[in-house]
């Protein structure tokens, strides 16, 4: 079965930098394009960062362009994101995510808390 798992987040002060994690499994994972979702207290879920399956491309939302960073590494069945200039705004659960291309079904992980403050 698919899995996504998520990890290090944590409580950092503004100005800081952050690297999370997805480690996945239970599919081709090099076959598929990976995304950060994020969502913070009282907010809808938002797309934060996508990366293709090769990691030739990638997309940004505009509040983190410049700021974070998507990356994937294949041969780890792993997809990370570097945040850094944090502000306390990026205060969020950060969900790993795919979708099957035929399904059209959405995975998730279980999410990683970040807190940007002082």
């Known amino acids: 079965q698919v899995q996504l798992v998520e990890s290090g987040g944590g409580l950092v002060q503004p100005g800081g930098s952050l690297r999370l994690s997805c480690a996945a499994s239970?599919?081709?994972?090099?076959?598929?394009?990976m995304s950060w979702y994020r969502q913070g207290p009282g907010k809808e879920r938002e797309l934060v960062a996508t990366?293709?399956?090769?990691?030739?491309?990638?997309n940004y939302a505009d509040s983190v362009k410049g700021r974070f960073t998507i990356s994937r590494d294949n041969a780890k069945n792993a997809v990370y994101l570097q945040m850094n200039s944090l502000k306390p705004e990026d205060t969020a659960l950060y969900y790993c995510n795919t979708r099957h291309f035929l399904t059209r079904r959405d995975y998730w992980g279980q999410g990683t808390q970040v807190t940007v403050s002082s």
């Open positions: 990366i293709t399956s090769t990691g030739g491309s990638t």
């Open positions: 239970g599919f081709s994972f090099g076959n598929y394009a």
